[in-house]
């Protein structure tokens, strides 16, 4: 069965940096993107962005760009996820979530516009000084 | 970026009930919505997408429907397991974008 699998809860300091792991099974890693998803405390979902794990394209939303990397190692079926810079407002849960749809291009690189259709169990992280 | 809006942030009802959700786009999104359930402290589930095509496995009481900028998602006899907080999600136009969300409570 498919099953996403993420790292631990962390703790950080502003200004510092942290990195989720996500440890896929159960599929054929190379054929599906890894979505980022957050939720901050008592709010909704926001994506972040994703990663094509097949050449490791990747592409996020406009409030993210230059403080969100998202690699991946396909030998362990595991993406990665590193948020840098961080303040108390990057205090959320963070989940990886599987792409399923139809392969697209945009600005030049191949995009699944679709659902998500598994997700990881959530990893929580918390800035605080 | 598509704004999508939920309507209502809040909804009371009884199990048994027909429970109606609305999610609005600021642009036309075709059928590329989708319908998550959440529960606390658990991840996202996946009900319906394409607006109104179900998730195997997901019972049939859900039903999606809409096109272009509305959207509902319909359950037609609301189950003690049903009592949780729903997105809308639209996959039309790059970047990906999410509704408020809308926490359906025990009436």
């Known amino acids: 069965q498919v099953q996403l699998v993420q790292s631990g809860a962390e703790v950080r300091k502003p200004g510092a940096s942290v990195k989720v792991s996500c440890e896929a099974s159960g599929y054929t890693f190379t054929n599906y993107d890894i979505n980022w998803v957050r939720q901050a405390p008592g709010q909704g979902l926001e994506w972040m962005g994703w990663m094509n794990p097949n050449g490791g394209d990747t592409g996020s939303a406009q409030k993210f760009r230059g403080r969100l990397t998202m690699t991946r190692s396909t030998s362990i079926k595991t993406a990665y996820m590193e948020l840098s810079s961080l303040t108390s407002e990057d205090t959320a849960v963070y989940y990886c979530a599987r792409g399923t749809g139809e392969r697209i291009t945009i600005f030049g690189v191949l995009v699944t516009r679709g659902y998500f259709d598994y997700w990881g169990q959530g990893t929580l992280v918390t800035v605080s000084s | 970026d598509i704004q999508m809006t939920q309507s209502p942030s809040t909804l009371s009802a009884s199990v048994g009930d027909r429970v109606t959700i609305t999610c609005r786009a600021s642009?036309?999104?075709?059928?590329?919505l989708a319908w998550y359930q959440q529960k606390p402290g658990k991840a996202p589930k996946v009900l319906i997408f394409?607006?109104?095509s179900l998730e195997s496995g997901v019972p049939s009481r859900f039903s999606g429907s809409g096109s272009g900028t509305e959207f509902t998602l319909t359950i037609s006899s609301l189950q003690p397991d049903d009592f949780a907080t729903y997105y809308c999600q639209q996959y039309n136009t790059y970047w990906w974008t999410f509704g408020q969300g809308t926490k359906v409570e025990i009436k």
């Open positions: 394409k607006a109104s």
């Open positions: 642009q036309s999104i075709s059928t590329s």
